[in-house]
């Protein structure tokens, strides 16, 4: 299971992500919190509210248990309704590296 302790010393390790807002756990059991993710120096940095369920690393209905939101992109591709940003993941056994791929290449994964 993932905690918040762990989430923040993985957040640690991604370079070009930073800790915005501490992660805390819901009265559900997930995990939310803000980050900031690196662009360019052009751009300013993309702020991401996060929430991770309970169940991660496994689906729950289909649905991928790892949420990236930011409302202020709803025009923008591969940004759904509702500010979600739409990725499919590559399978992982482990939920660290999971958390890593997902996290460290969000922007450059298609949608299907």
């Known amino acids: 299971m993932m905690t918040v302790d762990k989430i923040k010393e993985l957040i640690g390790l991604i370079h070009g992500v930073s800790l915005i807002e ?32 309970p169940t991660y690393p496994f689906k729950t209905m289909g649905m991928e248990p790892i949420h990236f939101q930011n409302k202020n992109l ?3 591709p591969h940004i759904m309704q509702g500010g979600n940003l739409c990725m499919h993941p590559a399978e992982y056994d482990n939920a660290e590296s999971c958390l890593l791929y997902t996290s460290d290449a969000a922007d450059d994964t298609p949608c299907v």
């Open 22 to 53: 501490d992660f805390i756990i819901d009265e559900a059991g997930s995990l939310k919190g803000r980050i900031a993710v690196v662009t360019d120096q052009e751009h300013a940095d993309l702020e991401w509210y996060v929430e991770i369920s």
């Open 74 to 76: 709803l025009d923008y």
